[in-house]
């Protein structure tokens, strides 16, 4: 398997880039997100890849982060959601901003992205469930609590607290409390307000 290729930036064709390494061209996929950021053509490039072996072909996709290609790895695990489709939710959206979506379970996220209906939206809503967001400390674009922390704003999420509400309370709370002690004082911090 391959997966990483580092050499010269030949074409930038979207979404088809061509990467010569040592006198060999790769074709490579990249999302949107990571073509935006490639070098100029005749640059030196390096991409993480992840390669789709098929029947008739073998598919190289490429990404210039980890995150970026572990969520295509966790998207291609989706039943019905092929290279083609994870490439698409990956070039609209950034990986923080799926596994916000995931964690919130906001489909209307998803169903902005070109070629997902809302079948497919719910689908990857419950089979990405508890896979992807936890890889992502901090993708939802706040700052993770430390510790405990994390435990208890999930449980206050859970009881439906939005994120604005559990985020102020578990701030307040002072570091090292157990889980449990943390959601009760928590919870009389939001009944207080």
């Known amino acids: 398997m391959i997966g990483r290729l580092s050499g010269l930036l ?12 040592n006198g060999v061209g790769y074709e490579v996929d990249v999302p949107m997100s990571s073509f935006y ?13 992840q390669q789709v072996v098929r029947e008739d072909a073998h598919l190289l996709y490429g990404f210039l982060t980890g995150a970026e290609r572990d969520a295509f790895r966790e998207l291609i695990k989706v039943a019905g959601v092929g290279p083609r489709t994870a490439l698409a939710v990956l070039s609209g959206m950034s990986v923080a901003d799926l596994a916000q ?4 379970q906001e489909s209307a996220r998803l169903l902005k992205v070109p070629g997902i209906g809302r079948k497919t939206a719910e689908r990857l809503l419950l089979e990405l469930k508890g896979r992807l967001a936890p890889e992502l400390p901090g993708a ?49 911090q939001l009944g207080k307000a």
């Open 10 to 21: 030949l074409e930038k064709n979207p979404p088809l880039v061509l990467v010569d390494v």
């Open 37 to 49: 950021e490639l070098p100029a053509t005749g640059q030196k490039v390096v991409l993480l890849i």
């Open 101 to 104: 979506a995931v964690a919130a």
């Open 140 to 188: 939802s674009g706040r700052a993770e609590p430390a510790g405990n922390g994390v435990d208890v704003l999930r449980a206050l999420l859970a009881l439906g607290y939005s994120e604005r509400e559990a985020g102020a309370a578990v701030k307040q709370l002072p570091p090292g409390l157990a889980v449990s002690d943390g959601i009760r004082q928590a919870l009389r």
